[in-house]
């Protein structure tokens, strides 16, 4: 395991290796219920972006992000740090975690956000940028910045809508309300849901799944589906077949299938 900090102050972000290929972040401020504060939204993106650069040396697929604590995932901004801004310093803040959440979205892993609490404002939006969501029953969710007087302002008015579509992102977002892990699963933002004793267990079952899958496939996979939200139908199949293709010179894919051919486990190297 190891630990980042800054300046010698305790560490609001625990990075730990989990096995073969899988890397596990939690979010580390349980006793304010890991809300994002200055110093949290420095280190995780101070952490993404070591891990922008080191995954392939550390061989890392995928990343399970999570809270610490039974109560929550992340609930939300700092609120006490918000007030007093004014409206420059406010949308810079904004872009910060917009900066933040996309590097965590645009990582050259797998990222599986497993929420184990409250998943609220920029807690939401923080699971929003992950590839998948696992819940725990406990687990809830919801953009409440309305009932501040705010909008959300870390991605969360496109994301959403890009994920649920604009009906249900105006539901979410101009209620403000709470909604069940359960509730989100019918809208299909969730997964799977699980007890709460069986998340930890689940996101891992999940993690080895995928980092077992082909690197080279997985990370087209991710390209593919990212920037065919912004592509016509035709644009995106044609985007997909030219990442089709590109797999093709792939040495994974030439394992890939001799494996299935031979009955037998691929050995992927991510080459």
């Known amino acids: 395991m190891s630990d980042h900090s800054l300046g010698g102050i305790e560490a609001t972000l625990i ?3 989990m096995g073969e290929h899988m890397g596990r972040l939690t979010l580390n401020r349980p006793q304010a219920l890991n809300a994002l504060n200055s110093q949290l939204l420095e ?5 993404l972006e070591r891990l922008e650069s080191q995954a392939e040396k550390e061989d890392l697929r995928v990343l399970i992000v999570t809270g610490a604590g039974e109560k929550a995932f992340v609930a939300g901004a700092d609120i006490k740090e918000m007030r007093g801004l004014s409206s420059d310093q406010a949308e810079a803040l904004a872009r910060r975690g917009q900066k933040i959440m996309g ?8 990222v599986i956000a497993a929420v184990n609490g409250f998943a609220l404002g920029g ?3 923080l699971a929003l940028s992950c590839d998948f969501i696992l819940a725990s029953e406990k687990a809830r969710f919801g953009l409440p910045e309305v009932s501040l007087g705010l909008i959300p302002g870390y991605g969360g ?17 101009l209620s403000g309300e709470m909604f069940s892990a359960l509730q989100m699963r019918e809208m299909g933002l969730v997964s799977e849901v699980v007890a709460p004793e069986e998340l930890e267990a689940r996101s891992l079952h999940w993690a080895q799944i995928v980092a077992s899958r082909g690197p080279e496939a997985t990370r ?5 589906v990212a920037r065919g939200l912004d592509l016509s139908l035709a644009e995106g199949l044609e985007w997909e077949a030219q ?4 797999t093709f010179s792939t040495q994974d894919h030439h394992e890939g ?3 299935f051919i031979e009955k037998r486990k691929p050995q992927f190297k991510g080459q």
């Open 220 to 224: 087209r996979v991710k390209r593919a």
């Open 103 to 110: 590097r965590l979205s645009e990582l050259p892993l797998v």
């Open 123 to 125: 807690g939401c939006e």
């Open 157 to 173: 008015t496109q994301r959403l809508s890009r994920s649920l579509g604009a009906h249900q992102a105006r539901f979410l977002a």
């Open 257 to 259: 299938l001799a494996a």
């Open 243 to 246: 990442l089709f293709g590109q």
């Open 43 to 47: 280190e995780l993106s101070a952490e």
């Open 15 to 17: 990075f730990e290796k």
